[in-house]
């Protein structure tokens, strides 16, 4: 195998083309976990709602995001959903990378049904007497959701909110399946062009890595600093 | 929904089997022999790493440390290119990507078991521990014949999730070309081409109802499990009830 050399990788075309991936993987990253945590925020709430169709309609939501591997939903839309949509749209999407959009579509679907479950554990572990209490109070229901059972829940919930950050982090990964220029895509790519296997992949594994315990010693941070006294 | 029969009816047995009996066994069959696989051999694995993650020394602990952060923190594809570059090195002949796809998810999964397992020993009491080490039981005994079988016990929801788990993540091996269910889908897609949708829902719909039930069947297991520990509760000073906070793909 012969001794290290990271001096070709590291340079010129290369270094271009795996900053360039490192911007789409994060930006993938940004806006995936946005995506998830709003559409696991409006979950919650509607699973909250007294209303039984609404409730089961998002346990089938849930159930159906948890239960099937994160790349055939991606295939699901880039493949098969897509076709659907109205043919100008088509062409707008595949001029301005629809293979991006498709993979912050689907994983952040997904990633949302695992949001709302965390949400939702974090929501039935405060007592109901403090909505009712919130209530009593003359809050109206959203108002007590955002500024009573939120708060504590977002609390709660996040440890398993940081494991699915850092999860959803992992995903975007499986976005080159469908060619998205992100890390795992351009550290194939380079490997290919350069033959310096161990290499690249000693820099992609550092990179995801590093970015994951980030994300971990962050959210362990965050935790620290918002653990209300006493409980 | 035509469309949707017609594709089962000519290639459903592909979905199944791939090429069985005429060729290489495939599709959901090699899904769930990798699955099964993957989780059986990554459990021993898994036991192992959670005792080196709690062990007093650090030699023991480092590695196991390190191995547990390592597969956390980076995605599993990395880990499929690795073991698909470095096992024909370490062996000097070629891998099969089957085999390659299995040693990888033995891998990653043992990390998440070590985890599992290692908050199932934490959440039993200390006491459990003491008492058997001061009726003169050693540390491997203790383990094997106290705290382990307990901890295994109140783990086996967990554990099944895992392998539902697992299952998913046989789906990755469509990347470096595995006969499973998801490369069958796609091969079906390549030789139909007008009917993508039809064949991912299929594929989806396999997935979900293979995955779904399992979870049911966890759920339900979790129950009688809480149920049991609730009534031994009362008797013996309860364990707290250990909750894990691992969740993959």
Known sequence: ?231 | MTDILAILRDYGLLLLVGQFPNGPMGGLAITIALSIGGIALAFPLGVVLALGRISRFAVLAWPATVVVYVARGVPLIMFIFWMYYFLPVATGRPVSGLTTMLVTLVVYQAAYIAEIVRAGIEGLPRGQMEASRSLGMSYLQTMRKVILPQALYNMVPTLLSQFISTIKETSLGYVIGVNELTFAANQINTTLLTKPFQVFAILAAIYFALCFSLTLMARQLERRISARRAGLGSQSGAATTPRPQIITE
Do not use: C
């Open chain 1, 1 to 231: 195998m012969g001794a290290l050399d990271f001096s070709t990788i590291l340079r010129g075309d290369h270094l271009a083309s795996l900053g360039s991936s490192l911007v789409t993987m994060l930006e993938l990253t940004a806006l995936t976990w946005l995506l998830a945590m709003a559409v696991g925020i409006v979950l919650a709430l509607i699973r909250m709602s007294p209303s039984v169709w609404l409730q089961r309609m998002v346990a089938v939501y849930v159930e159906y995001h948890q239960n099937v591997p994160m790349l055939v939903q991606i295939f699901l839309w880039y493949f098969g959903i897509s076709t659907f949509l109205p043919k100008d749209v088509q062409q707008w999407l595949n001029r301005h990378g629809s293979e991006f959009f498709f993979a912050f579509i689907s994983v952040g679907l997904a990633m949302g049904a695992y949001v709302s479950e965390a949400l939702r554990s974090g929501i039935r572990s405060i007592a109901q007497s403090q909505i009712e209490a919130a209530r009593a109070l003359g809050l109206s229901y959203f108002q007590s959701f955002r500024l009573v059972v939120l708060p504590q829940a977002l609390r709660i919930a996040l440890p398993t909110l940081i494991s699915h950050a850092v999860l959803l982090f992992k995903n975007t990964s499986l976005a080159m399946t469908i060619g998205v220029a992100e890390l795992t895509y351009v550290t194939r790519e380079i490997e290919n062009e350069s033959f310096r296997t161990v290499e690249i992949y000693l820099v992609a594994t550092v990179i995801y890595l590093a970015f994951s315990l980030a994300i971990m010693s962050l959210g362990s941070s965050i935790e620290r600093r918002a653990r209300t006294p006493g409980r």
